[in-house]
């Protein structure tokens, strides 16, 4: 049977709970995707249900084609931590920084490119393969004249685009090819299996997401995920610390810290709240405002970090922290949800 357009979903009649449920034969969409492009609205959640199979097998089949492997700016310490750049080192690679439109205005791109650069090139030492890497986001035309120019100068005509879930493979392909045909959203786990695209003489292979286990996204209820969407660029919050601080983010999680003349700065969604209370209250802080919050942490997953002169700290999928000047640092967060500790990478 058919494949739906938007998720790369086999479609079928039989089972609406199931994926690539269509009412009648000859639709192009599956209900979910549907339901998900016209009201973004999330009828079923594949999170932990999808296979790969068919990704192995394209990889396998395609040996010419170039891999793009898209990092989510968000995530990208936790992906490249998994050692998840590996997995395709067979091929001839590129790696795709996306959401770039989400760091503050006045960061200075080319050090961010330069560390970044310099991790990738930790990770895959003596790897031939990787080529290069591209900073772009989902309405950056610039990016896209590139991506042709450097893929015609290689000649590569087919692309298979793999990556964290809501790193932006979807969206870039639709920019790519000047399509909205595939479907893209906040929810992880919008595309299912491979999915092919034609433009022009090229072809475009979507992915579903990898599954990433600190990120996040795979552990948010998703009647909660659109709490954490970022409405714009980041906007970095800064605090000086001189004595035990605590910072509660909608009991999505807490930082405590010790130090004097040390600073911590967030480069966190908008749209969470920031309570701020001396550490020695937290327990009573939180049982008196818990009411107040979004999510419901459990105070049991902790992480300590201690001596910090000047670091970073990606909370997967969220957002990260810098550090500077603190003698400990205590992170709480929700279970399986990763904390991932860089040099300055912003
Ligand atoms: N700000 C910003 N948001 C982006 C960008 N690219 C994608 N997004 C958003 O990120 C979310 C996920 O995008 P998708 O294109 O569905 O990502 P994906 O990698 O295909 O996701 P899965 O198929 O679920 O693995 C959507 O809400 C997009 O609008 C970008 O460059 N900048
Ligand atoms: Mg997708």
Known sequence: MAKCLGCGATLQIEDPQKIGYVSKKGQEYCRRCFRLRNYNDLTLDVRNKLDYDDLSVLLEEEKEALVCIVLDILSLTSFIKANYLNRFKDHKFIILINKFDLLPYSINEEKIINNIQEILKKEMVNNTNFLTAFICSKNDKNFKEMFYEFVDEYQFNKFIFVGDFNAGKSS???????????????????????????????????????????????????????????????????????????????????LSVEGKGGSVIFYLPDTLNILRTKKDNLENYLSKHQKEFNFNLNLDTGYEFAKIDKKEYEISGLGFVRLVNIEKADFILEKNVGIYEREILI
């Open 172 to 254: 870039l392909i639709n920019l790519l090819t000047d399509s909205k045909e595939l479907t893209s959203s906040m929810y992880p786990g919008s595309s299912i299996n491979v999915n092919k695209k034609e433009y022009l003489n090229y072809i475009f292979y979507d992915s579903p997401g990898l599954e990433n286990k600190g990120n996040i996204y795979m552990h948010i209820p998703s009647s909660k995920i659109s709490l954490l969407k970022y409405n714009y660029a980041i906007k970095p919050i800064t605090y000086q610390i001189n004595s035990k601080q605590s910072f509660i983010f909608d009991g999505l999680f807490i």
